[in-house]
């Protein structure tokens, strides 16, 4: 390294390490400097910011109530057309049945997503939530991308503020940021043509963000995008939550998740780059220095796998995400069948990388200090404990 680049170097990362705000060109610049400095100074952020001994986990179930979709991304192997053999929508009575089963084992939250199915009506939307509300009064139910949101602003009739007050009269908690990928409207265009902009994406979560909802920042890399590209959502990422912190009184995004783009089974196959382990945890550790708004980072076990998700505890990372249950849009691509973690996988996740595991809500509030040893002696016998941590 020469002098000139050696000052830089030290420069941005002293910057960033006294918890000063980088500029894109100093954002940019962390891409270019050794992982472990990175990493130490994303570490050490993240210490500050959130309690240095606890990381958190969530219990959730992901339900797709269709996978009939007409936006046809690239990079998606789990929508299918009306026609196909295998296309279905979920009643009231299987969704009900996929919540009892994350009721016996804790669970607190819902994340209802499912592809953009044309042949649904408001009345189904509205039917879902009541039901859920009624049935199973103490899961919280996250909702929709906005993606799902515009298609329905489209369809129904309804302003934007319409429709989410009307969504939420029955009974929608929060409204997750997924569809995020990268928000640059380049990118965008080449991985998916009929892809939900950055500006309409924006525009709902913004609209969510102020009528009260949860909702959570997103990122996935690997299409090919530049280092500019990724500095530029991070800032709009960080823009946003400005906003929302100032004028919608503190309700931005609770959390970041980022993954690497999985392209097993579409047609992006060999024709995007993906990203490496080191890529992964180098882009985790830069969006925890770059966002210094937003307080959680989570580390990404479906697409990472448990691996590599515990050594981004040491990349600014102080969440594991949630436990999901049932994972089935990642995985699909992932060629991999992991569609779910146990409680017990991570605990130890947690436990093994020298933290203390707390489980939350989706609002990131701790509900509970789980009983660690009784989880980890759990032996063969019990179905939970026979997929050891990196074990599948
Ligand atoms: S990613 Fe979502 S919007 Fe895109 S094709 Fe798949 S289900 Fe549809």
Redo the contacts with the bound molecule.
């Keep these: 390294m020469t002098a000139s680049a050696l000052s830089v170097h030290t420069g941005v990362l002293d910057k960033a390490a006294r918890g000063e705000r980088l500029n894109a060109a100093e954002i940019e610049a962390l891409y270019h400097l050794p992982l472990p400095d990175v990493a130490a100074v994303a570490h050490g952020l993240r210490l500050q910011r959130r309690d240095p001994q606890l990381v958190s986990f969530l219990i959730d179930r992901n339900i797709n109530y269709t ?1 009939i ?5 690239n ?2 192997a ?2 299918r057309t009306r026609r196909q053999g295998d296309s279905y929508t979920l009643d009231h009575g299987q969704i009900s049945h996929k919540i009892r089963e994350l009721e016996e084992v804790g669970g607190t939250r819902i994340l209802l ?4 199915n044309p042949e649904l009506g408001l009345d189904y939307y509205i039917g879902l939530l009541r039901h859920v509300k009624a049935n199973h009064p103490t899961i919280r139910i996250d909702a929709f ?1 906005p ?2 949101v515009l298609f329905m602003e489209k369809t129904f009739g309804l302003s934007l503020d319409d429709l989410l007050d009307t969504l939420i009269g029955a009974g929608l908690d929060g409204l997750p940021g ?2 995020g990928e990268i928000l640059e409207d380049d990118v965008r265009a080449r991985a ?1 043509p009929a ?1 939900i902009r950055s500006d309409d994406w924006f525009r709902i979560i913004d609209a969510a963000q102020r009528k009260g909802l949860y909702t959570i920042s997103t990122m996935v890399i690997g299409f090919g995008e530049t280092y500019a590209q990724r500095t530029a959502h991070l800032l709009k990422i960080r823009e946003q939550q400005d906003h929302a912190n100032a004028s919608y009184a503190g309700n931005g995004f609770s959390g970041f998740a980022m993954w690497t783009l999985q392209t097993e089974h579409t047609r992006l196959h060999g024709k995007a780059p993906g990203a490496t382990a080191h890529e992964y945890l180098q882009q985790l550790a830069i969006a925890r220095i770059a966002l210094d708004n937003v307080p959680n980072i989570q580390a990404s076990w479906p697409a990472q796998g448990f691996k590599v998700a515990q050594a981004a505890l040491y990349y600014g990372a102080n969440d594991l995400g949630s436990t999901m249950l049932e994972e089935n ?1 990642v995985s699909a691509a992932a060629g991999h069948d992991r569609h779910s973690a146990t409680v017990r996988e991570l605990i130890r996740s947690a436990v093994d990388a020298g933290f203390i595991p707390v489980i939350r809500n989706s609002r990131f509030e701790i509900i509970e200090r789980p009983d660690v040893e009784a989880y980890l002696q759990r032996t063969a016998a019990n179905p939970e404990a026979e997929r050891a941590v990196g074990a599948v």
Aim: net charge negative; aromatic share 14%; with cysteine.
């Design positions: 996978n979709c007409n936006v046809g991304c990079f998606c789990f929508y997503q499912g592809g953009v991308s993606e799902e997924a569809g998916a892809r849009v």
